[in-house]
């Protein structure tokens, strides 16, 4: 963290605010947590790591927890009662006017909400304006090194060979008329994660007809769809290696198990690879020149795209999430629909590209994930997908 601080301050001072103030109770705020590396450490007060643009950060903790932020090397001020502790924030934050903290104004940007209205009140009673830290959290925690960038990338081997392992695996049982279930193809696929050293947060989507118009839909032991010839199928499938600071790989193929695709999910699937790839056009485009591009900025193409096409109430979701250590990451998400994230696309930063059409009878999405270089961008999971596969 002492290798950071001049960094971190560099941007404090970019934004024209006083300081960075991180807060955590009992875990509620993970993002303060992984930025000081403090995950496993036992703490159960509240505690406040302030971070000024200028001098030496200060932590604010109860007496009995003063061990356990001495990995830190910081200077400590500890508290006992309540009035102690707002007597030391107020002392913490005495020469700052604006300070970010994990806020997000009407929740925008749920995923760095993480403090809650009460903090943000006292805070505020101190006299002081509290501003997001959701640009400091992308810049800090959602950037990958070199490293993470290779475990993505053998990540996206990983799956992509297992995919057409387990396609080959879905023609072969039904075309000799053998019985297979939505669940039985998910359940291969997830154990074999393990074997390929893999993890994931859970498993694959895999989805027939009109199954696959629900976006989350999961298959299970008790309710699962058959998979037989003349079936449309959707599989949506992430992980990440089994190692520790590792980042996700996420995609999303299409499938048809017949040699004549109807028409109607031809129609549907070109709308969506259109949208896609003008996306990622719009990206590289905007990108490469140095232009300044917001999340909901992007997301704004691929909506568009599919609008003009007749099918925008069909299109339910964000165009694509940022992907990280979770496969929902902290950095900017392609949204102009759930929220409207007005942050910026920066360099080492991945995120998803999954606009999607989901109709009574089926739905489509096809998902890709893109990798921001230092002035180019790298479209990751190949091949791409540029017709839907018949198996």
Same mark, same amino acid.
């Given at each position: 963290?002492?290798?950071?601080?001049?960094?971190?301050?560099?941007?404090?001072?970019?934004?024209?605010?006083?300081?960075?103030?991180?807060?955590?109770?009992?875990?509620?705020?993970?993002?303060?947590?992984?930025?000081?590396?403090?995950?496993?450490?036992m703490v159960t007060r509240r505690w406040y790591y302030w971070i000024p643009a200028k001098g030496s950060p200060t932590l604010l903790c109860h007496h009995i927890e003063r061990q356990g932020f001495q990995q830190l090397s910081v200077e400590i001020s500890c508290f006992s009662s309540w009035k102690e502790m707002e007597a030391g924030l107020n002392k913490l934050l005495n020469k700052s006017q604006r300070l970010a903290m994990e806020y997000s104004p009407n929740c925008f940007i749920p995923y760095v909400s993480r403090v809650d209205a009460g903090t943000v009140e006292m805070v505020r009673k101190l006299g002081k304006e509290i501003v997001s830290s959701a640009d400091l959290i992308q810049y800090f925690e959602a950037r990958w090194s070199e490293d993470q960038l290779k475990t993505h990338m053998l990540?996206?081997?990983?799956?992509?060979?297992?995919? *057409?392992?387990?396609?080959?695996?879905?023609?072969?049982?039904? +075309?000799?008329?053998?019985?297979?279930?939505?669940?039985?193809?998910?359940? $291969?696929?997830?154990?074999?994660?393990?074997?390929?050293?893999?993890? #994931?947060? &859970?498993?694959?989507? !895999?989805?027939? /007809?009109? /199954?696959?118009?629900?976006?989350?839909?999961?298959?299970? &032991?008790?309710?699962?769809?058959?998979?037989?010839?003349?079936?449309?199928?959707?599989?949506?499938?992430?992980?990440? =290696?089994?190692?520790?600071?590792?980042?996700?790989?996420?995609?999303?193929?299409?499938?048809?198990?017949?040699?004549?695709?109807?028409?109607?999910?031809?129609?549907?699937?070109?709308? !969506?690879?259109?949208? +896609?790839?003008?996306?990622?056009? *719009?990206?590289?485009?905007?990108?490469?020149?140095?232009?300044?591009?917001?999340?909901?900025?992007?997301?704004?193409?691929?909506?568009?795209?599919? &609008?003009?096409?007749?099918?925008?109430?069909? *299109?339910?979701?964000?165009?694509?999430? #940022?992907?990280?250590?979770?496969?929902?990451?902290?950095?900017? /998400?392609?949204?102009? =629909?759930? $929220?409207?994230?007005? +942050?910026?696309?920066?360099?080492?930063?991945?995120?998803?590209?999954?606009?999607?059409?989901?109709?009574?009878? *089926?739905?489509?999405?096809?998902? !890709?994930?893109?990798? =921001?270089? /230092?002035?180019?961008? +790298?479209?990751?999971?190949?091949?791409?997908?540029?017709?839907?596969?018949?198996?």
């Open positions: 963290m002492n290798l950071k601080i001049e960094e971190i301050q560099e941007q404090i001072k970019a934004m024209k605010i006083d300081g960075w103030l991180l807060y955590d109770f009992q875990g509620l705020n993970p993002l303060a947590q992984k930025i000081l590396g403090i995950q496993k450490t990540a996206s081997q990983k799956l992509m060979h297992l995919f *057409f392992e387990i396609m080959e695996q879905i023609r072969q049982t039904t +075309r000799n008329n053998l019985s297979l279930t939505e669940y039985q193809v998910q359940q $291969t696929m997830w154990k074999k994660f393990q074997h390929l050293g893999l993890q #994931s947060s &859970s498993p694959p989507i !895999v989805a027939v /007809n009109q /199954n696959s118009n629900n976006p989350h839909y999961q298959p299970s &032991s008790e309710s699962s769809a058959d998979i037989k010839r003349g079936d449309f199928l959707l599989i949506d499938f992430w992980a990440k =290696l089994l190692q520790s600071h590792s980042v996700y790989a996420d995609y999303t193929w299409v499938a048809f198990l017949g040699d004549e695709i109807p028409t109607q999910i031809l129609n549907v699937w070109e709308v !969506v690879k259109q949208a +896609r790839d003008s996306t990622i056009r *719009f990206v590289e485009r905007r990108y490469t020149t140095g232009t300044s591009t917001k999340g909901w900025e992007v997301d704004q193409v691929a909506r568009k795209v599919i &609008s003009k096409a007749g099918f925008g109430d069909a *299109f339910l979701h964000r165009t694509g999430h #940022s992907i990280g250590e979770n496969d929902h990451g902290n950095g900017a /998400n392609m949204d102009s =629909l759930e $929220t409207k994230d007005e +942050r910026i696309l920066i360099p080492h930063t991945g995120f998803s590209i999954e606009p999607g059409i989901y109709l009574p009878d *089926f739905g489509i999405r096809s998902e !890709v994930n893109i990798y =921001l270089g /230092n002035h180019d961008i +790298r479209v990751t999971g190949k091949p791409i997908q540029r017709e839907i596969l018949k198996i």
